[in-house]
């Protein structure tokens, strides 16, 4: 119990602290660093990630301008960049394993975000990313249905970890999917905005594995 308490004490300070970081030094010079570009423009510009399961370097500072800006505001053109940038890296090959399976769409599945977060921002941006996806996609490759990956526990941020043997304990068995139907031999794509040590993509990806998908395709936006 103490320690839940100090935990949740440490997350609530941090919190505090980001906003008022924010406030007193808004990021709005940051914002000009992809306010200007399209998404060839980026791809142009920034550092790809040596990680299998990521687009881009994530110290990048364009990179980490586009996470920050969809992570902590939300914001629509941030989210719209890093959509496209994703689903551009998806598209062949998506779509060479749903015609090799007779057709059909791949299921779209975001890492849900936790209460604490969803109570301090009121969004989940890698959410907002899917739905971006979704959007541009039109209905061609991809199904974003309702939640179907959730979290049965709540754990302390990962942030706040440092080791990658304390990061995967953290997450172990933190996901589940409440109804496996929908996914049964389907191809689901699951994706973050960033990955780190993988621990959550790796235990996201054991909760999606339990309900006997076809396939899953993991890709995060940054490392």
Wanted: net charge positive; charged share 30%; with cysteine.
């Amino acid at each position: 119990m103490g320690e839940k308490l100090f935990r949740k004490g440490l997350a609530y300070g941090k919190t505090c602290l980001e906003v008022l970081i924010d406030f007193l030094f808004p990021r709005k010079k940051d914002a000009l660093l992809f306010a200007t570009l399209n998404t060839e423009d980026i791809v142009k510009k920034v550092h790809p990630s040596t990680h299998p399961e990521a687009l881009f370097d994530y110290h990048d500072p364009l990179i980490h301008s586009l996470v920050w800006h969809a992570k902590y505001k939300g914001d629509p053109l941030a989210i719209t960049h890093m959509a496209t940038l994703l689903y551009d890296a998806l598209y062949e090959e998506i779509a060479d394993r749903l015609a090799f399976a007779g057709g059909g769409k791949a299921l779209l599945v975001s890492i849900p975000s936790s209460k604490e977060r969803m109570r301090y921002k009121g969004f989940n941006q890698v959410a907002l990313i899917a739905e971006a996806i979704a959007s541009e996609d039109k209905g061609q490759l991809f199904e974003h249905p309702t939640p179907l990956l959730f979290r049965k526990k709540e754990v302390g941020r990962q942030t706040d970890l440092k080791k990658r043997t304390e990061r995967l304990k953290n997450m172990k068995e933190v996901f589940i999917v409440n109804n496996p139907t929908p996914v049964k031999g389907r191809i689901v794509v699951l994706i973050d905005d960033v990955t780190t040590t993988g621990a959550t993509l790796s235990e996201a990806r054991k909760a999606l594995e339990k309900a006997k998908p076809a396939h899953i395709e993991v890709l995060a936006f940054a490392h």
